[in-house]
């Protein structure tokens, strides 16, 4: 599965919204984007995933660049109880059913 | 729905100690995955398995870890004997095939069990 880069940390403040980028260069047509957030001392938990256009859910909207090599989660309207770790991933579809955690970047919501 | 139950949520055991950490996976789920979080590491996978039977086990430290899946609605990794570098938080997932071809589309973690081996 490729390789995905995220910054370390970021802040947004409350009721602004919220875009952290990951850089994805290797991905391959048969890979998917998705997302993960793990809140302090809890699993992490899905959130949305895409392969290249953008999607929305109630939770968050993924935006896929054209050449698909980064995208952008947007939250957009961050309160405190989004401050977590955010995982970027990316998964062959069709592959294995390993899903391999990145380092994240740890959103703060600043009140 | 009440989630992936994992038990017990904290342990505490003395080097040497067996350690039988429990997985609940959501009723009708048909994979299961152990997860091992540390600051150094990060979140590694362990093992998953899939209708109850181990299909990826590389991720298993060495041989003092061992995992079972007796039937669909239970799961069991067992460390024999622990050692301090066991002191982590241990998660459990499981997901269904309901995806395109069969595929997993997400996974559904429980609250882990917090290892600490003295």
């Known amino acids: 599965d490729a390789k995905t880069t995220q910054p370390p940390s970021m802040d947004c403040a409350e009721g602004r919204a919220a875009n952290l980028p990951c850089n994805h260069s290797?991905?391959?047509?048969?890979?998917?984007v998705y997302w993960y957030r793990q809140i302090h001392s809890q699993g992490p938990q899905y959130i949305i995933h895409?392969?290249?256009n953008n999607e929305t859910n109630e939770m968050a909207s993924l935006i896929i660049t054209e050449d698909r090599k980064s995208s952008t989660l947007i939250l957009p309207h961050a309160t405190l109880r989004d401050t977590a770790v955010y995982y970027c991933?990316?998964?062959?579809?069709?592959?294995?059913?390993?899903?391999?955690f990145g380092t994240g970047t740890r959103l703060t919501i600043i009140p | 729905d009440a989630g992936v139950i994992q038990s017990p949520r904290h342990e505490v055991t003395e080097m040497g100690q067996e350690v039988t950490l429990r997985c609940k996976p959501i009723?009708?789920?048909?994979?299961l995955f152990w997860y091992r979080q540390t600051m150094m590491r990060g979140l590694e996978l362990l093992i998953y398995?899939?209708?109850?039977?181990?299909?990826?086990d590389s991720g298993m430290p060495e041989d003092r870890f061992s995992a079972k899946m007796p039937n669909a609605s239970f799961s069991t990794l067992k460390i024999q004997p622990s050692e301090p570098r066991d002191s982590a938080v241990y998660f459990c997932?499981?997901?269904?095939?309901?995806?395109?071809?069969?595929?997993?589309?997400?996974?559904?973690f429980g609250n882990g069990t917090r290892l600490t081996v003295t």
């Open positions: 997932a499981s997901s269904s095939s309901l995806g395109a071809a069969g595929t997993i589309v997400s996974l559904h």
């Open positions: 290797t991905i391959s047509g048969n890979e998917y």
């Open positions: 895409g392969l290249k």
């Open positions: 991933i990316v998964r062959d579809y069709f592959g294995n059913e390993k899903l391999t």
């Open positions: 009723s009708g789920h048909d994979y």
């Open positions: 398995f899939n209708n109850n039977v181990p299909i990826d």
